[in-house]
């Protein structure tokens, strides 16, 4: 069912203050092109006044339709059809308001009019102060005023209410309507109570939550609290039995028992010690007595055993020297016989030898005599030399060979040495007083001291006589001394000495002039060539001592020559017998020494044992003097029988000192103390936690604890009851609530879905490939396009528009197709579309023309100049009558 | 010899399920319960009041509670005789202390098994409890009990008596045979809160003011008549003001429902009684949301205290149920939903059912207005 409206007429209507009329519009597109400023949206809101404006009002929006400053009464008539029915409306507003509306069944006018247009157009009375466009029902939506199709706005409830009711045949349901908006109210009330808009609990919920955890915590507190108390009665209970159980300890005398017989104890082991002290002190007393007598006969044992041995050793020894002295006795009368018969052979010797030199002597004169004259007078050429000679050769003729004075010392040390061992063993006797009388081996004695080395007799007055023999050794050093003595006196005569000192001096002067003389020999050596008739050897002193000589020597052939031969034969024979003398008294020495020898050891022996068996005897005598020496065997015993008697009683006494270690006792008094001193600090701490507890039960005994956890807890279960019971009803009722949103939604998609199809179909056009997604109170929420969602509002001012126009165009259609009287009025549209658009658009509405009335209200010629469509002017020249 | 054998008064007991008037209600009760023994005594000429253990519910209570007992047992003749025993046990700095510290000289607490001679040759054997869970037999210690001169030999003790079944406490066992064994002439007993004769010279008094829901009965005390040689005489007095009472209703219609309801009323005086009703039964929704609003607006209200269970009352939406709100679209379809789920037996389903109701309730109540 399609509304046409044919004619308007106004007059007093804002700027058109004289009557104006738009007639001849037609059933398709029309197009009002007029500049601005000429009125063309006071022909919209004209018409608007004309349907939807009550006229008896006197609104701000009514007030607002007289020509400013002019107080008229705006007049509007309006011829239109409906269902191909033609009618009219003529209303006055403001002033003498009235209203005329005729059908093809009459003329109605005043309320009755008002309501007829409501009825025939489907809006409703607007009593806003301005304008409820939501009031005009399918009309407000569908005449759009300037720049009003800019937002894509959702059409009102009537809109809606009226899509819907008419869509019940498509859709096959109902919306709850009334019902639902009272119970979805109460529900949401509910629920508000319950939630919070976003879902988490509040109020009743929130309350019953906060209960449940105070109760919770009141009861956690109170039973802590209980438990602290009950843990103190438990304590209490505890600490008591325990010091009951330490009085009955503390009271118990056992310790105190047994500590007093340790303490006794400690008395008896303190004596036995002291007992033990004394025992050990006898005992070492006694003891180291009998030790002392022991050691005593131990000693006087050895002392007779040591005596018994040296007395055999000196025994021994004597006799070993009593042997020896015989020997020593005959050796010595043999030394002596030898040493006579030496005397006598050398004696022999020395006169024949005097015989031989005689003889020689007498040759040698002879031979002398004739080579003197020739020595004479080499003689006269040495005399010069020999004084220069003189002075070095005194010293060097002085002189010595060295093998001499070797031999000169050896004997000089073995005169020394004899005359120390003469010494040692010689027998000094001294005479003091008269020695009148006195003659010793026949001469008479002189006062003063003697030495004798042999066996010597003094004659005393009266025929006595005194022999002293001095020992052995003595008499062999004599004679050693004797013959050492005679050997150098005789080699110092050879060499013409007095003595040993002298030849040594000698010895030494001759050496130091003998560089000197050497020089001069070797001029004196060819004066002084040997003349072995003269017998003159080489050297000038052989000279000289032969020409000095000459004097006393006989011419020569004046002396007659002896038998030198047979006086040189008995020379050797004197000196042989003379040797073997010499060897026998050697050997007989010798001899007599080897005995000595053999004797001194015996000697020394003899006199070590001697004094060794004078020690022993002294020893002996010593012990045997001791004190305790005449009663040792008997003291001994008793000493010993004592000491066993005291090791009884040590042993005794040890045990019995370690049948008490005071140590050990101690230790167990300082046990016992300690349990003691253990027990009474238990109890005083006991006591004090008893007293402690007794007053943490008093005071917080006294409060009620267990009452007031058993309250706490119930109130916590009951509190968990009321919060699973809030919690369930707060489920139920989002539930319900969720359950109502969601059959709400589908139901309002079941009547967007009609004229989203339909707008779709417009759209497509417009934007291909795109889906549009409408709320469920059809207003356009977003387009989709390539799966991309953009919201409405996100999109340029041209396409909103487009989509809003497209969109109305969609409830136009659907409201047609329900015979609903619609008709599209554009004032101004589509100002920000580009051409294409704009083409585009025009040509959708071009379209739509063919099925309901559209009004174009633009200022913009050249965009619509090519529409095919009725042209209409505002402009006065068109008005007519 | 006659005299009050009571037990169990339970006092201050917290009743925290309650709402709060409620609660006020129970805990005066009992001890109201004081007045009516103190009161019954004198009526029935007994001198004394033998309470046979729990006087008080914890061994912690208010000084509230104990002031309370105390000067309601005071201002009555009689002889009061109390027995410690498991929720109100005897020990050292703890409630008794309390309880004497305040005490009337007509209350004597028997902390001790000893062997009280109340009246002339006749002694009082008591088995105070000295613990929350005593394992031995507190009586056993009666066997040794001299009471010389005794013409009467009366008994006192807390616990079950053993082999009792399992819905005594556990604890605390008695002989069974103990007045036998013990030589009692009577044995009063504490713990079971029923009134409960277990020989003829055994009982249990109950308690005097009911405090759950286990049996119809209201609170009790005995009155005991005895005398050398002869069995004793038990009368059961009421006390209690409350009836917790305990229903099982089956139900299919709302018809059924209203006269179960009748019949309960014509049994009790609902202002005294605690009803906990349980519901089962098949209905329709709407006679489901009859009865929900019946027991809410009416029975509730008339009663001290309902705690009705009615998940067991299920609530099948009828076809006209449906079909009522199928006709208003939207909230046809919400119905549709939540009955689908219902059905579904999914977790959701029980709050699906609920919701159903309530939308049919709210829907119900929009028509009304």
Redesign the interface.
């Known amino acids: 069912m399609s509304l046409r409206i044919r004619r308007l007429a106004i007059s007093n209507f804002r700027k058109f203050r004289d009557p104006f009329a738009i007639e001849g519009l037609s059933d398709g597109l029309n197009i009002i092109i007029e500049p601005n400023e000429t009125g063309k949206s006071t022909v919209l809101e004209a018409l608007r006044a004309a349907f939807f404006v009550r006229h008896s009002t006197k609104n701000q929006l009514a007030s607002s339709y007289a020509p400013y400053g002019e107080n008229v009464a705006p007049e509007i008539e309006v011829g239109f059809d409906i269902a191909g029915e033609q009618w009219s409306v003529a209303k006055k507003l403001l002033k003498s308001p009235s209203i005329e509306v005729r059908g093809p069944a009459g003329r109605d006018q005043g309320e009755a009019a008002e309501e007829r247009l409501q009825q025939l157009l489907g809006f409703e009375r607007d009593s806003s102060r301005s304008r409820d466009l939501n009031t005009y029902g399918a009309l407000g939506l569908l005449w759009v005023g300037q720049a009003e199709a800019l937002e894509v706005s959702a059409p009102g409830r009537m809109v809606r209410d009226s899509v819907h009711a008419t869509l019940e045949a498509e859709v096959g349901?109902?919306?709850?309507?009334g019902?639902?908006d009272?119970?979805r109210a109460?529900?949401d009330q509910q629920y508000a109570e319950l939630w919070t808009a976003t879902g988490r609990p509040t109020g009743k919920q929130a309350l019953a939550k906060e209960r449940l955890e105070t109760a919770e915590a009141a009861s956690k507190i109170a039973s802590e609290r209980?438990t602290a108390?009950e843990a103190s009665?438990s304590e209490?209970?505890s600490d008591?039995s325990r010091l009951r159980v330490l009085e009955k300890e503390l009271a118990d005398d056992t310790d105190t028992q047994a500590r007093k017989n340790l303490v006794a104890s400690t008395e008896t082991a303190r004596s036995a010690a002291q007992l033990l002290h004394t025992r050990r002190a006898e005992y070492q007393a006694v003891a180291g007595k009998a030790r002392g007598l022991e050691e005593l006969l131990q000693r006087h044992d050895a002392a007779e055993a040591a005596l018994t041995v040296t007395s055999q050793k000196a025994e021994k020894s004597r006799i070993a020297r009593s042997e020896i002295a015989a020997e020593t006795a005959l050796a010595r009368d043999r030394a002596n016989a030898a040493k006579a018969a030496h005397g006598e052979a050398r004696t022999n010797y020395n006169a024949a030898r005097i015989l031989l030199t005689g003889g020689e002597k007498q040759a040698e004169a002879a031979r002398i005599a004739a080579a003197s004259e020739a020595a004479r007078q080499r003689h006269g050429k040495l005399i010069s030399l020999e004084e220069a000679l003189s002075s070095a050769k005194a010293i060097k003729a002085a002189g010595i060979s060295v093998a001499d004075l070797a031999k000169l010392d050896e004997l000089d040390r073995a005169i020394l040495k004899s005359r120390i061992q003469l010494e040692a063993g010689a027998t000094r006797i001294e005479l003091v007083g008269s020695s009148e009388g006195i003659a010793i081996q026949g001469k008479p004695l002189g006062v003063g001291e003697q030495i004798l080395d042999g066996e010597t007799r003094i004659e005393l007055e009266a025929g006595a006589a005194l022999i002293i023999r001095p020992p052995a050794a003595s008499a062999s050093a004599s004679a050693r001394l004797a013959k050492s003595q005679t050997t150098l006196a005789d080699m110092l005569t050879k060499l013409g000495h007095s003595d040993v000192s002298a030849a040594r001096n000698a010895h030494e002067a001759s050496r130091q002039a003998d560089g000197e003389i050497k020089t001069l020999l070797t001029q004196v050596d060819a004066l002084t060539q040997p003349d072995t008739l003269l017998d003159l050897r080489a050297g000038p002193e052989a000279l000289k001592l032969l020409v000095a000589a000459m004097t006393d020597v006989p011419a020569s052939g004046t002396i007659e020559p002896l038998d030198i031969a047979a006086l040189k034969l008995a020379v050797e024979e004197m000196e042989i017998t003379s040797a073997r003398a010499e060897g026998a008294h050697d050997a007989a020495i010798e001899a007599l020494r080897k005995l000595e020898e053999q004797d001194r050891p015996l000697a020394a022996a003899e006199v070590e044992a001697a004094s060794d068996q004078r020690n022993a005897t002294a020893l002996v005598a010593d012990i045997e003097a001791h004190a305790d020496f005449a009663t040792l065997s008997d003291a001994l015993a008793e000493a010993r029988g004592s000491a066993a008697d005291h090791a009884v009683k040590l042993a005794e006494a040890e045990q019995n000192a370690s049948a008490h270690d005071i140590a050990a006792i101690e230790r167990k008094i300082a046990v016992i103390d300690a349990r003691a001193a253990a027990a009474n600090g238990t109890k005083r701490k006991l006591e004090t936690d008893i007293a402690r507890l007794?007053g943490t039960?008093?005071s917080e005994?006294?409060?009620?604890?267990?009452?007031?956890?058993?309250?706490?807890?119930?109130?916590?279960?009951?509190a968990s009851?009321a919060y699973g019971r809030i919690r369930?009803e707060a489920?139920?009722?989002k539930?319900?609530r969720d359950?109502?949103e969601?059959?709400?939604l589908?139901?309002s998609r079941t009547y967007v879905g009609p004229v989203a199809k339909r707008a779709k179909r417009h759209v497509e056009r417009l934007l291909p490939g795109c889906e549009l997604s409408y709320s469920e109170d059809l207003g356009l929420q977003s387009i989709i396009r390539g799966n991309i969602d953009e919201g409405c509002g996100n999109l340029s001012r041209g396409t909103q528009e487009q989509l809003g126009i497209l969109t109305r165009l969609a409830v136009a259609d659907m409201l047609l197709e329900q015979g609903r009287p619609v008709s599209l009025i554009l004032d101004d549209p589509l100002v920000y579309s580009d051409d294409a658009r704009l083409d585009l658009m025009t040509e959708i509405l071009l379209d739509a023309s063919k099925r309901m009335q559209v009004i174009l209200l633009t200022c913009r010629d050249r965009a619509f100049r090519h529409v095919e469509g009725t042209r209409l002017s505002l402009s006065p020249t068109s008005k007519s009558a | 010899m006659r005299f009050i054998h009571t037990a169990d008064w339970q006092l201050?007991?917290?009743?925290?399920?309650?709402e709060p008037d409620v609660r006020a209600a129970l805990t005066d009760a009992r001890f109201d319960a004081i007045d009516a023994i103190g009161k019954a005594a004198a009526e029935n000429g007994a001198g004394h009041v033998l309470v046979a253990g729990d006087v008080?519910?914890?061994?912690?209570?208010?000084?509230?509670?104990i002031v309370q007992a105390v000067s309601r047992m005071a201002r009555h003749g009689c002889r009061w005789w109390l027995l410690p025993g498991n929720h109100d046990y005897a020990?050292?700095?703890?409630?008794w202390?309390?309880v004497i510290g305040k005490a009337a000289p007509n209350i004597t607490v028997l902390r001790d098994p000893m062997p009280v001679e109340i009246d002339s040759g006749i002694w009082i054997l008591p088995a105070p409890l000295t613990h929350r869970h005593n394992l031995d037999d507190p009586t056993s210690a009666f066997d040794a009990m001299e009471t010389p001169g005794a013409k009467l030999r009366i008994g006192l003790a807390h616990g079950s008596i053993r082999d009792f079944g399992s819905r005594g406490e556990a604890n605390n066992q008695i002989a069974p045979d103990r007045a036998k064994v013990s030589g009692l002439d009577y044995l009063a007993l504490g713990d079971w809160h029923g009134t409960l004769e277990v020989d003829s010279r055994t009982w249990y008094a109950g308690t005097p003011e009911t405090d759950r829901f286990q049996r119809d009965a209201p609170g009790q005390i005995l009155l005991v008549d005895v005398e050398t040689g002869r069995l004793p005489t038990v009368t059961p007095l009421r006390t209690g003001r409350f009836q917790w009472l305990k229903r099982d209703w089956r139900v299919n219609d709302f018809a059924a429902f209203e006269a179960e309801r009748q019949t309960l009323w014509n049994e009790i005086e609902p202002s005294a009684t605690l009803l906990q009703l349980a519901i089962a039964g098949v209905t329709s929704l709407s006679e489901r949301i009859r009865v929900l609003e019946i027991l809410e607006a009416d029975v509730g209200h008339q009663l001290r205290y309902l705690e009705a269970r009615t998940d067991d009352l299920v609530a099948q939406p009828s076809e006209e149920d449906m079909q009522v709100l199928a006709?208003?679209?939207?909230?046809?379809?919400?119905a549709q939903?939540?009955n689908a789920?219902r059905e579904s037996g999914s977790a959701?389903a029980a709050?699906?059912r609920?919701?159903l109701e309530?939308?049919f309730v709210?829907?119900a109540?929009?028509?009304a207005?």
């Open positions: 349901a109902i919306m709850g309507g019902s639902y009272r119970v109460r529900v209980l108390l009665f209490l209970e008591r007794e039960i008093e005994g006294g409060k009620g604890l267990a009452e007031r956890a058993a309250a706490a807890l119930e109130e916590a279960e009951a009851l369930e489920e139920t009722i539930l319900l359950t109502l969601l059959a709400r589908e139901t | 201050g007991k917290p009743f925290g399920r309650f008080f519910d914890t061994e912690g209570p208010e000084d509230r509670t020990r050292n700095g703890g409630l202390d309390r006709v208003e679209g939207v909230l046809g379809s919400a939903k939540l789920l959701d709050i699906a609920r919701a309530r939308l709210e829907f109540r929009g028509d207005v």
